[in-house]
């Protein structure tokens, strides 16, 4: 009864269908992160990510000239160092600087965005008394920078940083 | 033998008049499409003129010019949809009724939708082809805008006296408890001062900087790059300032202008595309929007961005 004509026939359907099914599958697997929709030039490389978490932010700065943008973070002493306009760095306190040089949104004409990472600074506060830590690392690849010539200049601009204003509620 | 072909063919011919007949009738539930007054038309240089009448006037103007075939139902119950929409997003007819600085910004977005291709809709240049702007029709109009945004003008004494005059209010109001709530019904929330960053923007045309911030989960989000589509309680905060320039062209945050807030929730907030919009401005956060639909602006402007999950800003993972 069951016919060579039969068998090709139910054979092609079972093909249409295996072949609808799997377009099906290859579509809805297809990568929904869509890591276009991140800036990844401007993000930090995986061994310095988390760096900034539990800091609040202090200020952006735009340098018009260098075509740079940075971000402060600084921890809870620094916002409180900060509002009594102390410029001397305060016990347990710490700060990051990140700058970015800039580039253009793809989204908005007229927008400017941070573009490749320039560099990750940390300022932090060791032990008692005056004592403090300063790091920089630099480029994509985040190398710690050993030229320590020009780190009392950056050490000063960090300190003499303002808070942004934000609504008081 | 004769009998079932008329049969067959009364099976065609039947409907077939049916449906002409209908075709016909509703021929007479046309819509209105009216020309309502010019008020006041956009003021920009000719070749300007020329681009935005050809390929954005039959929909955000009071000057529609129908081809023959827009008027036939039911194209033309699209058609008067579409005109309606978006004569009531954006009309150079009525430009008059906008303040210098929102018609300067609606102008600024709408090329940025032309260069998004968001706009013209491509369903209308389908059937219009003549609409359609060319690579140098768009380079005309980047050009126009571009002379259009804000050069800072260095150790400006108004924006540096803004500044320290909202810094010193601070300093002395006394802290509201009222949370301010926009006519969509979103809350304030304070908190996004707290909140990790998303990113920061300048923009030239208005002459402004932001800091983007994001809630937990939205920085979670974007360090697990699972942001297409966002996770719903994922909230993004853009903080607005004015920016203050020294002589040496470094610039930092003038006065605070605003915080917009979008908050994700693909079922509750299913008629705005998923996200809960709303604006507080000034440090005194006066919620924007006079009625609930002021929405509509936001997802207009958003549009462009659906493939992004209407979001503009490009997560920086940090």
Redesign the interface.
């Known amino acids: 009864m069951y016919s060579h004509f039969q068998y090709v026939n139910n054979m092609k359907t079972i093909l249409y269908f295996t072949g609808i099914i799997s377009l099906f599958f290859l579509f809805s697997c297809s990568d929904?992160?869509?890591?276009?929709?991140?800036?990844k030039d401007?993000?930090?490389p995986d061994a310095m990510?988390d760096?900034?978490?539990g800091l609040?932010?202090i200020?952006?700065?735009?340098?018009?000239?260098?075509h740079t943008?940075s971000?402060l973070y600084g921890n809870q002493k620094t916002v409180e160092r900060l509002k009594s306009n102390e410029l001397n760095l305060q016990k347990g306190e710490k700060l990051i600087w990140?700058t970015w040089h800039?580039k253009s949104?793809?989204?908005?004409?007229?927008?400017?965005?941070?573009g490749k990472l320039l560099s990750l600074e940390i300022l932090e506060s060791v032990g008692e008394k005056d004592a403090f830590n300063y790091q920089k690392f630099e480029g994509n690849k985040m190398e710690l920078q050993k030229d320590t010539l020009g780190n009392a200049h950056r050490i000063k601009q960090l300190l003499n940083q303002?808070k942004?204003?934000?609504?008081?509620? | 033998m004769k009998k079932p072909k008329i049969y067959k063919r009364k099976v065609i011919v039947i409907p077939v008049i049916i449906l002409l007949l209908i075709f016909a009738g509703i021929q007479f539930i046309r819509p209105v499409i009216t020309n309502p007054p010019v008020t006041g038309n956009l003021k920009v240089p000719h070749e300007v003129q020329t681009i935005l009448r050809n390929s954005c006037y039959d929909c955000h103007s009071n000057e529609t010019n129908l081809a023959w075939y827009d008027k036939i139902v039911p194209v033309s119950w699209l058609v008067a949809q579409h005109i309606k929409e978006g004569r009531s997003g954006l009309n150079f007819s009525e430009w008059d009724k906008l303040s210098a600085a929102d018609q300067k910004a609606k102008l600024?977005e709408s090329?940025?939708q032309v260069?998004?291709g968001a706009m013209p809709l491509q369903s209308y240049t389908l059937a219009h082809p003549q609409a359609k702007l060319s690579q140098k029709d768009l380079k005309v109009l980047?050009n126009y805008?571009?002379g259009l945004?804000v050069n800072?003008k260095p150790q400006d004494t108004a924006k540096i006296k803004a500044?320290n005059n909202?810094?010193e209010e601070?300093k002395k109001?006394e802290?509201?408890v009222k949370?301010p709530k926009t006519p969509n019904g979103i809350a304030?929330i304070?908190d996004y001062?707290?909140w990790?960053?998303v990113?920061?923007?300048?923009?030239?045309?208005n002459g402004t900087?932001r800091?983007i911030?994001g809630n937990d989960i939205a920085i979670k989000a974007?360090?697990d790059?699972?942001?297409?589509p966002w996770p719903d309680g994922a909230i993004l905060a853009k903080?607005a300032?004015e920016?203050v320039?020294d002589e040496?062209?470094?610039?930092?945050?003038g006065?605070?202008k605003q915080?917009e807030f979008m908050a994700k929730d693909h079922i509750k907030y299913k008629k705005t595309n998923g996200w809960g919009f709303s604006r507080?401005k000034t440090?005194?956060?006066i919620p924007y929007g006079k009625r609930a639909d002021f929405v509509i602006e936001c997802m207009n402007c958003h549009k462009?961005?659906e493939k992004?999950?209407y979001?503009?800003t490009?997560?920086?993972?940090?």
């Open positions: 929904k992160t869509n890591e276009n929709a991140l800036n401007a993000s930090l990510l760096k900034v978490s609040q932010v200020n952006s700065s735009i340098n018009k000239k260098k943008t971000l990140i800039q949104d793809p989204n908005w004409i007229g927008a400017i965005i941070p303002k942004a204003n934000v609504p008081q509620l | 600024w090329v940025n260069s998004q980047e805008i571009w945004r800072n500044l909202q810094t601070l109001v802290k509201s949370i304030y304070a001062k707290n990790g960053v990113s920061t923007t300048q923009r030239l045309d900087m800091i911030y974007i360090k790059k699972k942001i297409n903080a300032y920016e320039e040496d062209g470094n610039i930092s945050q006065a605070f915080v507080f440090t005194e956060l462009p961005m992004n999950d979001v503009f490009l997560p920086i993972r940090q």
